[in-house]
């Protein structure tokens, strides 16, 4: 299995930019999970997904942050317009529903907006 | 609320030396609990999970984890640390009652020649 796959690994903008991020889930796996995580707040959970639903978003910092999963193989998290303070790496991961649910994490996206 | 707090954001011993990497939780149930090692530049990916079998729970790279519950606590240790060991540490609790894991701050390791 290719695990879970972000792309892009890298991203720079400026400052009002429009950003977003992607992710493929393990395929099976039922449930999604958007985190960021800063040196300064560590590891966040922004926003989960249960078989393509919305299940929780109260970690999504403000309005300008929106996630989506069209289906159940991709995912994305968009920041509309992006500010430094969003500079971070996010991660995607996926778990299926039995079991333990463990998660598992993508390679992650290096975000810097200037 | 529950929550996870690792003592120690730096832990740091020598090459070939006793790893210990301390974590507590709240909980008034039993749950799951697991530590994940995120590598420099890399996602995060799991050590090792308890899931109310065996207290001493084995991981990979020779890690384990002991799971006490009058002391709420899933300490991880290796009893010898190796350079390769050097990473981040997280330890993680999962509630029945739902999928998300609760994160401690995490504990970075340094190993020392």
């Known amino acids: 299995d290719a695990g879970v796959i972000q792309s892009p690994r890298h991203e720079v903008t400026e400052m009002g930019q429009e950003v977003t991020l992607r992710c493929k889930p393990i395929?099976?796996?039922?449930?999604l999970f958007w985190y960021r995580q800063t040196m300064m707040r560590g590891l966040e959970l922004l926003i989960y997904?249960?078989?393509?639903?919305?299940?929780?978003d109260s970690g999504m910092p403000e309005d300008r942050f929106s996630a989506k999963m069209p289906n159940a193989s991709f995912s994305t998290l968009k920041i509309q317009p992006s500010e430094p303070r969003d500079s971070a790496v996010y991660f995607c991961?996926?778990?299926?529903?039995?079991?333990?649910?463990?998660?598992?994490f993508g390679a992650g996206t290096r975000l810097s907006v200037l | 609320a529950q929550s996870v707090t690792q003592l120690g954001s730096h832990v740091s011993v020598s090459e070939g030396a006793l790893v210990l990497l301390r974590c507590n939780y709240s909980?008034?149930?039993?749950?799951?609990l697991f530590w994940y090692v995120q590598y420099p530049n890399q996602g995060l990916q799991l050590l090792l999970k308890?899931?109310?079998?065996a207290t001493l729970v084995k991981g990979i790279n020779g890690f384990e984890a002991e799971f006490k519950k009058s002391e709420t606590s899933f300490h991880l240790t290796k009893p010898s640390a190796h350079m390769s060991d050097a990473a981040e540490y997280f330890c993680a609790v999962r509630m029945d009652s739902n999928y998300q894991l609760i994160w401690g701050a995490g504990t970075k390791l340094i190993i020392k020649p």
């Open positions: 991961a996926s778990s299926t529903s039995t079991g333990v649910n463990i998660q598992y």
């Open positions: 997904f249960n078989n393509n639903v919305p299940i929780d």
């Open positions: 395929s099976g796996h039922d449930y």
């Open positions: 308890y899931t109310s079998a």
């Open positions: 909980s008034s149930v039993p749950p799951y």
